[in-house]
């Protein structure tokens, strides 16, 4: 390839980075600022910017970029042809009013589960799931009407995974804990943390949490939102949002301490390499490793609990919260109705419940009027508990909202890839646990930047994985980590049960 190609190529898809993120600073208005009257124009908006970047990406120009870039022997020119490819190949099929249908149904669907979730009522979203359900239908069935629908939109977020994979995958996962959840079962109850604390007061804590992971304000802000989230707009401009409860500290502060994760990945990537794909995360899934990473491995261990205390301490004098309060209320263990509040060991089984029933509507075995009872069903089953109500059952999370179906598998691949990334942290930092009990986490932002964050899209994300830790089992990361310190905890071993 010319180098003239190569800086048109470049020049290109970096216009499309560069309104990506104009898209990405009105998704971030739409669920912080933006008035409830702006809706209606808010849809237009995107609808507009979107189809443009549909425009973009499907400019015939880039399959000659393309065809030019074939055999090419520079990493990155080698690895922006392999992702720009698949992205270039997907988005051509799709016609353009398809894409203007969905982000105007995107925008009314965030608004109609507001409302629904405000009213606990799934009737007044249901119309709206099934209009983005039947959208992104016909958008994997434009893409490839000869592969699975569900495995097209996975593909989106975790390239290289199966349904046949995850269903793999979350069995085993699923047979390792549930006698974790027994032994622990059987064990006293660890007391919840309900101290109230003033919220504006608890913003100023978060920040400073942040702040010392190393997440850089310079290049960012926290803010609230309903369903927290991280929206990366470009180079010198990453948000999180959190949400704060006056009675429930260590939720708030997991929020934060999660999006922060993902915002240290999103601040350390190759921004150098910007307009060649390679200047982005590698997959939803490597995503999630990083905030479950900082918010579990990190956040939820006695050392780190014990550096907190002295935090809570300096802006809560009087609320007498020690090391152990925070450490066993961390890591307490029940079987609860919400999947952002859960503890690490039951995490993945409302993981589970969410790719079950995506499949199942999916593949027609399940109407969305059927949805809400279909979640009760599993969460009984699964979880033992049954949500009193919609809000708190089938309506908690924001992804369908926005038609991100195929995400929540994303979230239970970050916990695996994780549980590898810790073990071999450990291995390679003697004293790791020392220098974060001391506030000092250079040394594991260090890591993470070396081994996952430099790296950007220069390889898939399973790729990247095995180069950082090796040929490992992280299934079985995963259960020795949670046995290891769930059941130090509450005095089981893996043999109990």
Known sequence: MTNTSWDALVDHMGRIETLSGVLGTLGWDEQTMMPPNAQKLRGEQRALLSRLA??????????????????????????????????????????????????????????????????????????????????????????????????????????????????????????????LLKAIAEQPPIPLLDTPLDATRQKALHADVAAALGYDFEGGR???????????????????????????????????????????????????????????????????????????????????????????????PDAGIDAEQLFRASNRVERGLIRVQADEVTYNLHVIVRFELELALFEGSLSVDELPAAWNARYEEYLGVQPPDDAQGVLQDVHWSGAAFGYFPSYTLGNLYASSLGAKLEAELPDLWSRVEAGDFAPVLAFLREQVHRHGHLQEAPEIVRAAVGERDHVEDLLSYLWGRHGKLYGVTRGDG
């Not at 393309?66 to 270039?88: F, I, K, T």
């Not at 006695?302 to 809570?312: I, S, Y």
């Open 222 to 316: 926290l803010d609230h939102a309903e369903h927290p989230f991280t929206t990366g707009l470009g180079q010198g401009d990453v948000r999180i949002t959190t949400h704060i409860m006056e009675r429930d500290l260590l939720g708030g502060l997991g929020s934060t301490i999660h999006e922060a994760g993902h915002a240290l990945y999103e601040q350390g990537l190759p921004h150098q390499h910007s307009g060649t794909t390679v200047a982005h995360a590698a997959s939803y899934g490597l995503h999630e490793s990083q905030s479950r990473f900082w918010e579990n491995f990190i956040g939820r261990s006695e050392p780190f609990c014990r550096w907190l205390a002295t935090q809570v301490g300096a802006h809560f």
């Open 54 to 179: 549909h425009d973009w990406m499907t400019d015939e120009r880039i399959g000659g970029w393309l065809s030019a870039l074939e055999g090419a022997e520079d990493p990155v020119q080698r690895a922006c042809h392999r992702n720009l490819n698949r992205s270039y190949q997907r988005e051509r099929r799709v016609p353009g009013e398809l894409v203007d249908q969905l982000a105007r149904a995107r925008s009314d669907g965030f608004a109609a589960w507001i409302d629904a979730k405000k009213h606990s009522d799934f009737e007044r979203f249901a119309p709206h799931l099934k209009t983005l359900l039947d959208l992104s239908r016909r958008r994997a069935e434009a893409i490839d009407p000869n592969r699975h629908p569900y495995e097209l939109l996975l593909e989106e977020f975790d390239p290289g995974t199966s349904v046949t994979s995850l269903r793999t995958m979350f069995a085993r996962l699923r047979d390792g804990l549930t006698p």
